[in-house]
């Protein structure tokens, strides 16, 4: 069964720097998205794109965020300046096909922010 | 705006007893549905959802909802337990339409014991 992937599982950085999360989603979708979920919180949406373009982000997603889709199967999220807020796991959805609303999502990275 | 509260952020039973997980919705046009389980240092898997058609709708697992509008509520049930299923389970709304954000409950921790 085809699922949604992501790289690395675990990533630990340091404040400032850069992170790249990497997502390869279900190969026939066309919309994708990336949520977060801070420990002990809810899991809360950031951005979701289609057709190279961002269709909808949410507050979280400021200009520190940047998602891209390099090539025909990857779709990432970038952090320019990482803070200690930044700390959590971020899970990749994608969705398409018939059953359009329904979102799979990948098992997720957790990055830690020290 | 749509949201979703999961009343008990932690439920606890005996194995073979009934399973009930609540959730409530708020949104101002009618919504999809979703319920989302998450074992322990994995991703979300959709357990069931809800888009149009008939109310009680059957997930994987043992595992049914049933999407109730004057009472605003798409509850999930089981009529047994069982070990395996502990997890946390994610009640979500989106609008209709396909390709929209899911907006997430905070989530019940499922424990069943012997």
């Known amino acids: 069964e085809p699922e949604v992937t992501q790289t690395p599982s675990h990533q630990v950085t340091q404040m400032g720097q850069e992170v790249i999360l990497r997502c390869v989603p279900i190969s026939n979708h066309l919309y994708f998205y990336w949520y977060r979920q801070i420990l002990g919180q809810k899991v809360e949406f950031l951005v979701s794109f289609y057709n190279n373009e961002i269709s909808e982000k949410s507050e979280i997603f400021d200009d520190q965020f940047s998602v891209e889709r390099p090539d025909g199967s990857n779709f990432t999220l970038k952090i320019r300046s990482t803070k200690l807020e930044d700390s959590a796991m971020y899970f990749c959805?994608?969705?398409?096909?018939?059953?359009?609303?329904?979102?799979?999502f990948g098992p997720g990275t957790r990055l830690l922010v020290l | 705006a749509q949201s979703v509260t999961q009343l008990g952020s932690h439920v606890s039973v005996s194995e073979g007893a009934l399973v009930l997980l609540r959730c409530n919705y708020s949104s101002s046009v009618p919504p999809y549905l979703f319920w989302y389980v998450q074992y322990p240092n994995q991703g979300l898997q959709l357990l069931l959802k809800y888009t149009t058609g008939a109310t009680l709708v059957k997930g994987i697992n043992g595992f049914e909802a049933e999407f109730k509008k004057s009472e605003t509520s798409f509850h999930l049930t089981k009529p047994s337990a069982h070990m395996s299923d502990a997890a946390e389970y994610f009640c979500a709304v989106t609008l209709r339409g396909g390709y929209n954000k899911l907006i997430f409950g905070a989530g019940t921790r499922l424990a069943v014991h012997p």
């Open positions: 959805a994608s969705s398409g096909g018939l059953a359009a609303e329904t979102q799979y």
